[in-house]
Every structure is written in structure tokens, then in C-alpha cells.
């Protein structure tokens, strides 16, 4: 089955600056990568997604990268916020149905003011 | 509903007693999830509801997990003879379906029930 690997675990960041977080995956035939965000206290949510067909994708301040060929994605953040503080959790699956979204273990972004 | 409705929101047992937690995905959605998130950890996979295909289980972490998905709809997941390791958040999450036919395969998570096992 699909495993996804993430780091950092923690990372802290003056704000403005830019934060990158990376994942690796396992099974080549993975084909679809979110990015869902978590607020202290809060639910999950998707805040952006490649699928195998592109390289990369831009939206306003955060971009997502994607290599098949190494089985890695990163989550790129420019022009750093407050807010932009939360966790971070990358995944990945195959575009049927029958298989399961797997989450990488996350990363804490701290974006101090 | 508007949203992924869970319950309880918080349940504190006893070392032994079974709990059933309860979620109700947005209406239409086929696929449903379950995870566990321990404090400050990730999201761990326990198991996978699409349409009327058997569950796929491989996540359950013991025989003492289980699930199950009545009409399609609102799913339980009981916990039987619970141990303090279990003490965690439990968050319940649907999509539309699979990412066939333009679907975003979004996840909808729950609130989550935060489950104490004293």
C-alpha cells in the first residue's frame, strides 16, 4: 500500500520569508497529491492539489511541485503570514475509487511576526 | 446536513467499556473515511467506505475496531474494551466520490470526537 513520508516535523519561519515542506511517496502509480491545512483546534482542510499530469500549480502565495520520476511533491508558501501558522498535511492516492487517501505525519509552520 | 456532522464531540470512558462514535457525511457523498489523530500527531487511516465495494479495514489497528456504514449514509465506529491508547481524536471525513468524471476527491472532514480513555 501507498506510504507518504514528510518533513520537516517543525518549521519556523520569520514572517515574509518562504517555507517549503516536501513528501515522498511509494506507490508509482499514486497519481493525485492534496494539501490539506489544520488550524489549532480545528478540521482539515484541502487548500491545494496537483494531479499527475501537471508539474506544477500556483495559487496566489502557495505553489505545489511535483516529481514523478523521484516520487516527491513540495508545498511552497511565499511572502509568509500569521496565519499561514498551522499544520501542514501532505497526501497521496491512485485516481480510483477503490483506494484510500494516505497522509503523510504533518508539519507544524510557525510564521513569526 | 451542510457539513460532515460528528458525536459525540467528546466522550471520556473507562478503561474497558466499549464506545460507539457516531458520523453523518454530507448527503450524496459515497466515499467516507475514518482517522485517528493522537495529540499533535498526524492523521492515521483506520478505514475506507466507497459506494456499496467492502470496506477497506487495513487501518483498524486491532480486532477491538470496527465499523460500519448502514444505507450508505451515517457510519459508527465502536470501540470495544477500550485501553488508554485509544484516547485520542477520532475524525470522520466524505467525498463526492472518486475522482472519476471532474470529481476533486475533496475531503470533507468532521469536527472529530475526542475520546479519553481514563
Known amino acids: 500500500g501507498e506510504n507518504v513520508e514528510q518533513h520537516p516535523s517543525t518549521l519556523s519561519v520569520q514572517e515574509g520569508d518562504s517555507a517549503v515542506i516536501k513528501c515522498t511517496y511509494s506507490d508509482s502509480a499514486s497519481n493525485y497529491f492534496p494539501w490539506y491545512k489544520q488550524e489549532l483546534g480545528k478540521r482539515p482542510q484541502l487548500i491545494i492539489d496537483i494531479r499527475s499530469n501537471v508539474g506544477e500549480k500556483k495559487d496566489q502565495r502557495i505553489a505545489v511541485t511535483l516529481n514523478k520520476t523521484a516520487k516527491h511533491f513540495s508545498l511552497h508558501i511565499t511572502e509568509t503570514q500569521p496565519e499561514d501558522s498551522a499544520v501542514y498535511f501532505c497526501a497521496a492516492r491512485r485516481m480510483d475509487s477503490s483506494y484510500k487517501l494516505i497522509f503523510g505525519s504533518g508539519t507544524r509552520l510557525l510564521v513569526r511576526p | 446536513g451542510a457539513g460532515v456532522s460528528q458525536s459525540p464531540s467528546n466522550k471520556v470512558t473507562e478503561k474497558g467499556k466499549d464506545v460507539e462514535l457516531r458520523c453523518d457525511p454530507i448527503?450524496?457523498?459515497?466515499?467516507l473515511y475514518w482517522y485517528r489523530q493522537s495529540l499533535g500527531q498526524g492523521l492515521e487511516f483506520l478505514i475506507y467506505f466507497q459506494g456499496n465495494s467492502a470496506p477497506d479495514k487495513s487501518g483498524l489497528p486491532s480486532d477491538r475496531f470496527s465499523a460500519e456504514r448502514t444505507g450508505g449514509s451515517v457510519s459508527t465506529l465502536t470501540i470495544q474494551r477500550t485501553q488508554q491508547e485509544d484516547s485520542a481524536v477520532y475524525l470522520c471525513a466524505s467525498s463526492l466520490r472518486g475522482l472519476a468524471g471532474g470529481d476533486t476527491g475533496e475531503l470533507f472532514f468532521g469536527e472529530g470526537s475526542r475520546l479519553t480513555v481514563l
Open positions: 448527503s450524496g457523498h459515497t466515499a
